[in-house]
């Protein structure tokens, strides 16, 4: 008998393809998500004005807010700069899918933009850049010119809580960095799983939940190699293959 594939639900960005607009996800996410044994479908953000949304995102076990090349949207954390790099849809979806997850128990990993929604969504606040706080100091952001594989090597090390989820894994690793906006203040019921050597956070969780992780760096760009990386995704596709038994 084949093993069973649990259904995760892969969130989609809003992207101009061809000059025309389009819903994607990036092909790395889901080979990860299929890789570890999950059977990923894709969201288009329009699901979030679904009439029957809640019917529609009951058949996911699991759910996956990807990075991104948008920023969330300041007025959802109480902020009033001007932010050029918007996707107000995938705010909605987003936001949308974090309040079944914690509503259903559904496994919820978060990647980057889907850290900061995370932590947005339990009224956490954010950094729009982190390049502008005092005391930030590794490198967390990408060099634009150099070629994606180098981009996305790892840069600077995180440092593991004892108390948290990813204690199971270690006590530290190094990591990938491209992000603008980071964590300000944590969000309520959210635990700090892991921090940056200069303090900046990197990895969350949510206390009372079966599995709810969120991490700044990108651990699907080497999901296969990096153990870091297989850890979180094996424990994804683990928590939502009982989820389906549940």
């Known amino acids: 008998m084949p093993t069973y594939r649990p259904i995760i639900a892969i969130v989609s960005c809003h992207k101009m393809v061809d000059g025309q607009p389009a819903q994607a996800v990036y092909q790395k996410y889901i080979d990860a998500v299929h890789f570890y044994g999950g059977n990923p479908i894709l969201l288009p953000n329009t699901a979030a004005e ?3 949304f ?11 807010l ?10 959802r954390y109480g902020a009033s700069h001007i932010e050029e790099k918007q996707d107000l849809g995938r705010d909605e979806l987003s936001f949308k899918l974090l309040a079944h997850a914690e509503k259903a128990g559904t496994p919820l990993l978060a990647v980057c933009r889907g850290l900061q929604e995370m932590n947005v969504y339990f009224d956490g606040s954010l950094h729009p850049d982190w390049r502008e706080v005092e005391g930030f100091y590794e490198p967390h952001l990408e060099d634009n010119t150099q070629p994606l594989e180098v981009q996305y090597q790892p840069v600077h090390d995180v440092i593991i809580q004892p108390e948290g989820r990813l204690a199971a894994f270690g006590e530290k690793w190094h990591v990938n960095s491209l992000h603008k906006q980071a964590i300000n203040e944590v969000g309520k019921g959210l635990f700090v799983e892991a921090r940056a050597p200069d303090g900046l956070v990197e990895a969350i969780s949510l206390i009372k939940h079966p599995f709810m992780i969120g991490v ?10 990096d153990d870091l990386s297989k850890f979180l995704f094996k424990e994804f596709i ?3 293959s009982k ?4």
């Not at 700044?216 to 190699?225: I, R, T, V």
């Open 54 to 64: 809640d019917a529609l995102i009951a058949i996911a076990e699991g759910i996956l």
């Open 66 to 75: 990807t990075g991104s090349y948008s920023n969330v949207a300041p007025a």
């Open 238 to 240: 683990h928590y939502a």
């Open 50 to 52: 679904s009439d029957n």
């Open 243 to 246: 989820k389906h038994g549940s």
């Open 216 to 225: 700044q760096w990108h651990p699907e760009l080497n999901y296969a190699q």
